[in-house]
């Protein structure tokens, strides 16, 4: 009897609502669609054999790959060097460059896309400023092309490579890369030698976070991509919506969950930030790189040594120019970075307020019309208030339930927190599309397509992710003995966490209630699978409009979701400050 008490006090419990739900929604449905692609109880690879015998497939699959291989070496050339010049920022310029990157990648997806449409358009700015200045006579075609489909994939998941590497980057040891120098190394070297190496974790993570988002990438590709550019995912879309061939699909998306549960296996997803481990990493695979040249590597190192202590009084004393025309061509790459995050938003902001029957840049005259629009529109105003019902309850699920989890999480062992942290992570983990239709089956199951309730269940399991990671991280920092000088106090488990434990982990859970929000609030793909015909959320409104006609009130919905992530970090800035530690009258 005792061993069950033990049992039921085991904070694991508090998981089992987070992973039910997971379960059921996700869980169940793609084992079945994993068997739906086998022809079970037949079992056969017929389906795959179909799927790379038609070669519109394989130039599809070969074609998602290319992109997604581009654009996240594309992030990762222009990333590295932004975070590398965002960290060796001071500490209050640095906040306010992380808040400038946080800015777009909180900012609706749709609204982002819409403004390269705006900016890249036969009549958009681009296009606009080269007539003007008079180096074209017609306008060029810039949308609906592949480096259209480049520039705006990237402006997406540049964000998702830039956090990673600072997170990473925060928790290098500076004092190893000072050392460097004071042993000679030229700043290049101590970079190269010493540095880059520990970095290698946030390149990694923001590497394959940015690869598999883009194997599942539908929108962005979609919008703003040519016929001949269309990515795996915009043909699992069509097949949902035109044939609805259950076997074609599933093969279909398991092929493209292959591509990324190999990379995700093979080098794995680590955001951590410790040195040593990474230094321990590099150290061995260098070893076992080069097993058979070590005695020769330590005979080289031994009569280099003289020249490296000559070289060490020579740029012990070596004037700076360098580094700081070094520094200066950093900060231009940050200034270029932010405004290419940014300017996108100002654009559509300012366009907005266009006084024409059409946009322009800069506006001919102020007016308010399109605003008007939006608000005395039904059909617009209407979908905007189912968003908001759906995302608020989506917040209250996802936020109740990934906290209960991920509380539970911070009791267990280490490395079956690890296990049920991935496990509680993959809808946010694996490509989008995959998920939209392992949910679209399990509701079919439960009988809620097309039902509100069956988009809050959908749009919680990514949800529920989110709140789970932010607030394992709060949780990582709080001080236990806190709770145990509770329990001294003969509190209870309850007492203790509703007295204790949740007024000081709040900022967190509230953080991560504005990421479940917005995650809801801007979801299209989940959405356009499960809500049938009846229900249009804001953003399926918007690609719906985006796809078939350019209506200038979307100019003003995005200029309104623009100016959300502002409102969300103010109202995340002011629950940190409430909760920071008060000082004393007699406090130093």
């Known amino acids: 009897m005792t061993r069950f008490k033990n049992l039921g006090r085991m904070p694991i419990w508090l998981t089992l609502p987070a992973f039910g739900v997971l379960l059921v929604l996700f869980g169940i449905p793609i084992v079945r669609l994993f068997l739906i692609s086998l022809n079970a109880p037949a079992f056969s690879v017929a389906n795959y054999l179909a799927f790379f015998g038609q070669s519109a497939n394989v130039r599809v699959l070969f074609q998602t790959i290319e992109i997604s291989v581009v654009v996240t070496a594309i992030c990762v050339v222009i990333g590295y060097p932004t975070a590398f010049m965002i960290v060796a920022a001071s500490k209050r310029l640095r906040m306010v460059l992380v808040v400038l990157v946080l800015i777009p990648y909180l900012t609706s997806l749709l609204a982002r896309t819409y403004a390269w449409i705006v900016i890249l358009g036969d009549n958009g700015l681009v296009n606009k400023l080269l007539l003007d200045i008079g180096l074209i006579s017609t306008p060029i075609p810039l949308l609906y092309t592949r480096w259209s489909m480049y520039v705006g994939m990237v402006h997406v998941m540049l964000p998702l490579m830039i956090l990673p590497l600072v997170s990473v980057m925060l928790g290098i040891d500076k004092s190893l890369t000072a050392a460097a120098p004071s042993m000679g190394a030229r700043p290049f070297d101590a970079f190269w030698r010493v540095f880059f190496p520990l970095s290698l974790p946030g390149v990694r993570s923001g590497a394959l976070l940015v690869f598999i988002l883009c194997l599942g990438f ?30 074609q699909i599933a093969s279909s998306a398991f092929v493209l969950l292959a591509i990324a549960g190999v990379l ?18 590099v150290r061995r695979s260098q070893e076992n790189r080069l097993p058979s040249f070590g005695a020769l590597a330590r005979y080289l190192n031994e009569l280099a040594a003289p020249y490296r202590a000559k070289r060490w009084t020579a740029e012990l004393f070596r004037a700076t120019s360098s580094r700081n025309s070094t520094q200066l061509m950093g900060a231009v790459i940050v200034v270029l970075v932010m405004f290419f995050l940014l300017f996108p938003g100002v654009v559509v902001i300012v366009m907005s307020f266009s006084a024409g029957a059409y946009l322009e840049f800069p506006p001919s005259g102020l007016s308010l019309q399109w605003y008007r629009s939006f608000f005395g529109n039904p059909s617009w105003t209407g979908a905007a208030w189912t968003s908001i019902q759906i995302a608020t309850a989506v917040t209250v699920v996802s936020t109740i339930l990934g906290t209960l989890a991920a509380y539970g999480l911070s009791r267990t062992s280490p490395r079956l927190r690890s296990a049920l942290t991935l496990a509680i992570l993959t809808p946010i983990t694996i490509p989008l599309i995959v998920v939209g239709i392992a949910v679209f089956l399990g509701l079919v199951d439960l009988g809620l397509v097309g039902s509100k309730m069956g988009i809050v269940l959908a749009h919680s ?23 145990q000088a509770a329990n001294s106090m003969r509190a209870g488990p309850l007492t203790t966490f509703r007295r204790v434990t949740l007024p000081l982990i709040m900022p967190g859970i509230m953080g991560g209630a504005v ?22 959320t804001l953003p399926l409104k918007m690609w719906e409009n985006i796809r078939h006609e350019i209506d200038p009130t979307i100019a003003a919905v995005s200029s309104l979701l623009m100016l959300l992530p502002i409102l969300w970090m103010i109202a995340i800035y002011f629950m940190w400050w409430r909760s920071r530690p008060k000082r004393g009258p007699n406090s130093i």
Do not use: C, W
């Open 461 to 483: 399991i990514g949800a529920i992710g989110y709140v789970v990671v932010i607030v394992s991280a709060t949780l990582a920092n709080f001080d236990r003995r806190l709770e």
């Open 218 to 247: 539908y929108i962005t590709p979609a919008a703003l991509g040519g016929l001949g550019d269309a990515m795996l995912s915009t043909f699992i879309a069509a097949q949902v919506k035109s044939t609805f061939n259950i076997e």
């Open 264 to 281: 995700l296996s093979v080098l794995g997803l680590d955001l951590s930030s410790g040195h040593d481990r990474a230094s321990e990493t």
């Open 515 to 536: 990421f479940a929000f917005i995650h809801s609030f801007d979801e299209v793909v989940i959405s356009s699978l499960v809500s049938g015909f009846s229900i249009r």
